[in-house]
C-alpha cells in the first residue's frame, strides 16, 4: 500500500520560507516521478514542481527561483523548499508520486499573510 505523509506546511509571512517534507512508504521515490501540486480556493490544482527517477527537475514559471525540490533517497522523502514566499502562493499543497498510477498525498495547507 502506497502511503506519501506530507508534513512542513503553516503560516508564514510575505518573503518568509517554508520547506514542505513527503515521506512516502510503499514506493521508491528514486525510481518514481515526485512532483508537488497546489490548489488554491476557487481555483484548479496545478503543477508546482516535479522531478524524475533521472533527477531532472521541473518548475512552475510562477516559482522557478523561489521554490527547489529536491529527495533523499535514503529516507525516501521529498521536499519542497519555498522561498521568498508570496500570497498569491497560499494553497493546499499535494505530494505526488508517479509509478504506473499517481498516489497522492492528503495535503497541507500554505498560508502566505501579513
Known amino acids: 500500500q502506497v502511503r506519501l505523509v506530507q508534513s512542513g506546511g503553516g503560516l508564514v509571512q510575505p518573503g518568509g520560507s517554508l520547506r514542505l517534507s513527503c515521506a512516502a512508504s510503499g514506493v521508491t521515490v528514486s525510481s518514481s516521478v515526485m512532483s508537488w501540486h497546489r490548489q488554491a480556493p476557487g481555483k484548479e490544482r496545478e503543477l508546482v514542481s516535479s522531478?524524475?527517477?533521472?533527477?531532472?527537475?521541473n518548475y512552475a514559471d510562477s516559482v522557478k527561483g523561489r521554490f527547489t525540490i529536491s529527495r533523499d533517497n535514503a529516507k525516501n522523502t521529498v521536499y519542497l523548499q519555498m522561498n521568498d514566499l508570496k500570497p498569491e502562493d497560499t494553497a493546499v499543497y499535494y505530494c505526488?508520486?508517479?509509478?504506473?498510477?499517481?498516489?497522492w498525498g492528503l495535503g497541507t495547507q500554505v498560508t502566505v499573510s501579513s
Open positions: 505526488r508520486a508517479t509509478h504506473f498510477f499517481n498516489y
Open positions: 522531478i524524475t527517477s533521472t533527477g531532472t527537475t
